[in-house]
């Protein structure tokens, strides 16, 4: 348990976990993290001491550290979340309040699911470069927490931030994009249920690769609308296609995330899918819980959409008459 993740009080849980915890089916021990990096040394000590399930009580920092620390091996991980943003527990689904999600763990219920690795680093979620990366740095240096923060530190860097250009390689070839930001989706989304990716599965044995084209500050909010209705996929200035290994090049070194943790990498990205290669505790009732948009906002979505299409269109048109205009005065002025 990382005492200090998030921002969530965790002083009862011990308790909660000693008082709901099936006794019959687990004998447990509660340890607590003292830095970063810590959750590593335990999670491999109880990993190698054949303990079958370790469970990460913190955000995705905390669940990161964990489950990299048990891939390929008989130790299952599970979730009791106290984080600011918990996107690996909101795309499977588990519950948010702390005494039901032991009941989860009470249940038992272990799949083997995909993760992947960007340039060595492993992830469960969701890794990317560009604008999400750069927020996440600045929001690890903020020194605060929670879905606040991270809208202060979107509006206030989003105006500022240039995309780049991105050369992208994998089995169906080269492309160049210049983007907003490319992320790699295992899991859906970032947390806060925020679906960057929402057709995506941690069992398909494919990563869902997003490219989000430069746009206009009068497309920003319908970008967010879409997000939060999981409905992005759907969207004019997204381009997305599914891909098992892929290498990126980039114009310069830049910063890289995993889960959300932030580091500075050369220009260089290699990222890639490890199938089946950890055990999770998943929730038995998720595909009965699905959550959805509802009709209304899914129309809007369209909608939206079909509006940007069309403005884009008469953009086009609207250039495409301005330098004829401009050809057939220069022959005018020739006379």
């Not at 019959?24 to 335990?42: I, K």
Request: charged share 25%; aromatic share 6%.
């Amino acid at each position: 348990m990382n005492p200090i993740s998030g921002t969530t009080s965790k002083e009862g849980i011990p308790e909660l976990i000693d008082s709901t915890l099936n006794k019959d089916l687990f004998d447990h021990e509660v340890l607590l993290t003292e830095r970063a990096g810590h959750a590593c040394e335990l999670a491999i000590r109880a990993k190698d001491a054949g303990v079958d399930v370790v469970v990460a009580v913190g955000g995705d920092g905390t669940v990161n550290e964990v489950a990299r620390s048990i891939v390929h091996s008989n130790t299952a991980l599970g979730i009791i979340p106290c984080g600011s943003g918990n996107g690996l527990a909101r795309h499977l689904m588990l519950p948010m309040n702390a005494k039901k999600s032991i009941e989860i763990i009470n249940r038992c219920e272990i799949h083997d699911l995909d993760y992947g690795i960007i340039n060595d680093h492993p992830f469960f979620c969701t890794c990317g470069m560009g604008f999400d990366a750069f927020v996440s740095m600045k929001f690890a240096e903020s020194g605060k927490r929670g879905p606040i923060t991270y809208v202060e530190n979107v509006l206030r860097e989003g105006l500022k931030y240039k995309p780049e250009t991105y050369v992208i390689e994998d089995d169906n070839g080269s492309m160049r994009y210049k983007a907003f930001l490319i992320s790699c989706a295992n899991a859906s989304q970032y947390g806060n249920n925020a679906y960057i990716a929402p057709q995506a599965s941690m069992s398909d044995g494919w990563l869902d690769v997003i490219i989000m084209e430069p746009f206009d500050v009068l497309e920003a909010p319908q970008i967010s609308i879409d997000m939060f209705n999981k409905t992005l996929d759907k969207s004019s200035k997204i381009k997305t296609f599914k891909s098992k290994k892929l290498y990126i090049h980039r114009e310069r070194e830049g910063v890289i995330h995993y889960d959300g943790d932030p580091i500075m990498t050369n220009e260089d990205v290699t990222i890639e899918l490890r199938e089946k290669g950890i055990k999770i505790i998943v929730n038995p009732d998720a595909d009965k819980s699905l959550r959805k948009p509802n009709a209304v906002q899914t129309a809007a979505a369209y909608l939206f959409n079909e509006i940007n299409v069309v403005r884009d269109d008469l953009t086009k048109h609207t250039r495409h008459i301005q330098a004829l205009s401009k050809v057939l005065q220069r022959k005018l002025n020739s006379f």
